[in-house]
């Protein structure tokens, strides 16, 4: 079972979303389970500070390092099963991190436990990410209030690939970006709509032609729209 911690100073971000949809049938399922973890709760001092004014001046506050490695420390000591050393990843949510995409999703996929650090405020203390944190990943070249929807993003990402958090795993298989191409169009019913007719292929029953014409769409669609990923 995959155990993924989300350390941030709004757990009620997650409170909604953690329980919904995939992820909240794979829990149920037991594939992952997923912990929202009060930063708070490891606070320098009885007023639940965890932040202060940067060293050398400037505006806004940053993250203290203690509260971070205490709740890194009690993700470590709390999960169950306990994981082996290499099959965890302390991840470091921030702005300079390297870009998610599906392998490194499919990499996480394969760890028996994902910590994930929301940071706020102006930053988080460097000593986290030089001394804590396995790596730092951002979603996109844009700025967020805080890590939370960047950690919601992954947790989605990362539990769909689970063995039997989908319906039908294969659907997870044949995902854009699966083997590095944008999917191929989907099509429902009905098979016309306003004078817009489904392509006969995939209506008439012939599953290597259909099979055929999606690798087609695929390629196309991708050498279209996003070229780099066949570089």
């Not at 960047?150 to 854009?176: K, N, T």
Request: proline residues 5%.
């Amino acid at each position: 079972m995959l155990q993924i911690d989300l350390i941030t100073l709004f757990p009620e971000f997650f409170r909604e979303s953690l329980g919904a949809s995939i992820t909240g049938r794979a829990q149920e399922k037991g594939l992952v389970r997923c912990r929202a973890v009060n930063l708070r709760d490891f606070a320098v001092d009885r007023h639940g500070t965890v932040d202060d004014y940067p060293f050398g001046g400037g505006s806004g506050m940053v993250i203290r390092p203690e509260p971070v490695f205490a709740a890194v420390q009690w993700c470590l000591d709390n999960a169950d099963p306990a994981p082996r050393r290499d099959k965890v990843r302390v991840v470091l949510l921030s702005a300079r991190g390297e870009l998610l995409d599906q392998r490194r999703c499919e990499r996480y996929s394969l760890t028996e436990q994902l910590i994930l650090i929301c940071g706020h405020y102006k930053d988080v203390d460097e000593r986290v990410a030089l001394h804590l944190a396995d790596e730092e990943l951002r979603i996109g070249d844009y700025v967020l209030s805080g890590g939370e929807p960047a950690a919601a993003v992954v947790v989605d990402a990362v539990i769909r690939l689970l063995p039997g958090a989908l319906g039908d795993f294969e659907s997870a298989q044949e995902d854009s970006f699966s083997d590095s191409r944008l999917g191929a169009p989907q099509y429902t019913r009905p098979r016309e709509f306003k004078g817009f007719r489904v392509p006969e292929v995939l209506t008439g029953g012939d599953h290597e032609q259909i099979r055929k014409w999606r690798e087609e769409q695929a390629e196309r669609l991708t050498r279209l729209r996003r070229p780099d990923l066949l570089e």
